[in-house]
């Protein structure tokens, strides 16, 4: 099984119902060791992700990762604006002249998104960030898409990871973000961009296994 | 023409305070605050920044600077989305000493590798300014900015030690008549005085020495009413630049 255009604009509307769910979620966690905005930013930017995909005419999954990066950067505020943004352009660059995305694209696209992430954010594993779930998650696609796994396979493998990833950042003291202020009174909460990028995979792995 | 500025903030009155501020020493520079999320809340706006940069860049280029990290990551994205990436510059910097210092070098007359560089240091010369910070590496920073300051730099910014091979250029002492001394806006005047001169010019005051086209630099030497300083200068133009600060303290600061 692979993905269409219109898949990924299928599993985009999920993406943006699970943020719109959590977003109160989100918001909590931020509220503790950041500036309590998360749910609400991602939220919008969300939602101009699904009217933008659905006016445009976007024929390629290179089009539509594209149109949802420069989305979530003009509209989300936070750092999450740039920081997805940048993912999704990178992803949109690594499945160009792609009209169907399979296991291993996806995998490739992850990881696409992943350096992205780390060069803007300029994080590593263990600062406590959205890196700690991105990082595993590409990890695992990658082995997934490797013994031959289908974008389903791949998405649900990076989602698994991504949700252990996320937890893993609860003991951490954060070392980048708003949180970092915070020095050692930032342990023992989750992060909140780690658990976004969980949640994010998991609806897109959801909607790809319901296919 | 004149290197432009992009103030980025979280907050709209935060960039709008800043702007003021360094344009009261810059008049000819345009410096565009931008400030606030898209809905108008806290945050930062892509599309705002980008339309900033679009109208700060007079010919000469752009420097941008920011307050918090997501301020970078925009800024740096609407710098990366440029049709010609190197007409603007995100610069790493104390965000208030930084915009003054970039402002004031702007208006003297830097290109765009000047304002950056101006904008850049500036952060020393507040380590310098404050006195030192108590613990951890931030004491180390500001004692080594201090450092810098009470040796004059050379334009390629290697530090020397006094009697070098520079000999002792010419030198006049002045009375600062004016009432704040080398306050802001004095410090600005005698930077902008001396900034399109083919000489190297330094201000010494109990002790320290430091560059008299760096406003903060001036302004940390603390220098009163009253005081005396001494110009020193090297250089083609050396003995104007002299004059230009005498005349300078002799109008008082035009106060």
């Given amino acids: 099984m692979t993905c269409t255009a219109e898949d990924l604009v299928r599993a985009l509307r999920a993406v943006a119902a699970a943020v719109a769910d959590h977003r109160a979620e989100l918001t909590e966690l931020d509220r503790v060791i950041g500036d309590a905005d998360h749910g609400e930013n991602l939220r919008r930017g969300f939602l101009a992700v699904v009217t933008k995909v659905d006016s445009a005419d976007l024929d390629t999954p290179t089009a539509v990762l594209k149109a949802v990066g420069t989305t979530l950067i003009s509209t989300v505020g936070g750092a999450s604006g740039p920081l997805y943004g940048t993912a999704f352009l990178r992803a949109a660059n690594a499945v160009t002249e792609k009209s169907e995305v399979d296991g291993p694209a996806a995998a490739e696209a992850l990881r696409a998104a992943l350096g992205g992430v780390v060069a803007r954010g300029r994080a590593e594993i263990g600062d406590k960030t959205m890196v700690d779930a991105l990082s595993p998650a590409v990890d695992a696609a990658v082995a997934a898409a490797e013994a031959g796994g289908d974008v389903a396979a791949v998405l649900a493998a990076a989602a698994e990871a991504a949700d252990r990833g996320a937890e893993s950042t609860t003991p951490l003291v954060a070392r980048k973000g708003r949180a970092s202020y915070l020095g050692e009174r930032s342990a023992g909460h989750l992060d909140p961009g780690a658990r976004s990028t969980a949640l994010i995979l998991r609806a897109l792995a959801s909607s790809a296994g319901a296919r | ?255």
Avoid at chain 2, 68 to 78: H, I, Q
Avoid at chain 2, 167 to 191: D, F, Q, T
Avoid at chain 2, 219 to 245: F, H, P, S
């Fill in chain 2, 1 to 255: 023409m004149t290197v432009g500025l992009v103030l980025v903030s979280h907050s709209a009155k935060l960039a709008e305070g800043l702007a003021e501020l360094a344009a009261q020493m810059a008049p000819d520079v345009p410096v565009l605050p931008v400030g606030g999320a898209p809905d108008g809340g806290l945050g930062t706006d892509y599309d705002a920044v980008g339309a900033a940069v679009d109208r700060a860049d007079r010919g000469d280029g752009v420097v941008l600077l920011y307050d918090l990290g997501s301020a970078r990551m925009t800024a740096e994205l609407v710098v990366e989305g440029l049709n010609d990436p190197r007409r603007a510059h995100v610069v790493e910097a104390p965000f208030v000493e930084g915009a003054v210092a970039a402002a004031v070098a702007a208006q003297g007359g830097a290109d765009l590798d000047g304002v950056v560089a101006a904008a850049a240091t500036a952060a020393g010369e507040a380590g310098g300014v404050a006195g030192g910070v108590a613990g951890g590496p931030e004491a180390e920073f500001a004692a080594g900015a201090a450092a810098v300051t009470t040796a004059p730099t050379t334009e390629a910014g290697t530090p020397e030690a006094g009697g070098d091979e520079r000999g002792p250029g010419l030198s006049a002492e002045v009375v600062l008549r004016n009432e704040v001394g080398l306050h802001a806006r004095p410090a600005a005047l005698l930077a902008r005085s001396v900034a399109d001169l083919d000489a190297e010019v330094v201000v010494e005051y109990a002790g320290a020495a430091v560059d008299a086209r760096s406003v903060l630099a001036l302004m940390g030497l603390n220098a009163r009413g009253g005081d005396t300083v001494t110009v020193r200068a090297w250089g083609r133009q050396a003995d104007q630049a002299l004059r230009r600060v005498q005349e300078l303290a002799e109008r008082r600061f035009d106060e």
